[in-house]
């Protein structure tokens, strides 16, 4: 009987190439599935920020109604009572509360050290913060510095007149 001369060499070349072909695959799946990964966390990421900023929103006005109560709650890093009211779901899915806000002093002493729980110049910090459970993995929290002053009105006949342009007499 007569040997055959090929040896398989064929047979191992496509084998080779298959493997090669299948990692190449591989690497674009991971890679292909990593970017997926990346641009859902930005998404919910900006989804949770929204939320954030829906907070802030939502309780401004109700903030500034409140002002003579800050000091009870400036620094403790618990939500007004008075907050409660409000609807804290702001996707109407009814699973529970989508943000919390709570107030904290700005540095406003003049001398010594911070006192958190003490506000001297009507400005706060008012910190949201989106707590759905849908965003545990992308955080998100808005500090904004508000400046609530109180609105006098000014009598022509007051000490000064308005703007300080004499008492119009």
Known sequence: MKRNSQRGSAML?????????LAGAAVLVSLQLA??????????GMTALYCAEAGLTITRAT???????????LGTGNEPTWLSALNHDV???????DYKVT??????????????????DN??????????TR?????????????????????????????????MN
């Open 63 to 73: 903030i500034s109604a409140n002002q003579e109560t800050w000091s009870d709650y």
């Open 123 to 132: 400005r706060i910090f008012l910190v949201s913060r989106c707590i759905d």
């Open 35 to 44: 970017a997926n990964k990346n641009t859902d966390l930005t998404r919910t």
């Open 91 to 97: 996707d109407g899915d009814g699973t529970g509360p």
């Open 13 to 21: 070349i496509t084998l080779i190439l298959m493997a090669a072909l």
């Open 103 to 120: 107030l904290e002093d700005n540095f406003d002493e003049t001398t010594g050290g911070d006192i958190p729980a003490v506000d001297k």
């Open 135 to 167: 965003f545990a993995d992308t955080p998100r929290e808005i500090r904004e510095l508000v400046n609530y002053a109180l609105i006098t009105n000014c009598y022509n006949s007051q000490r000064g007149g308005c703007g300080g342009n004499g008492n």
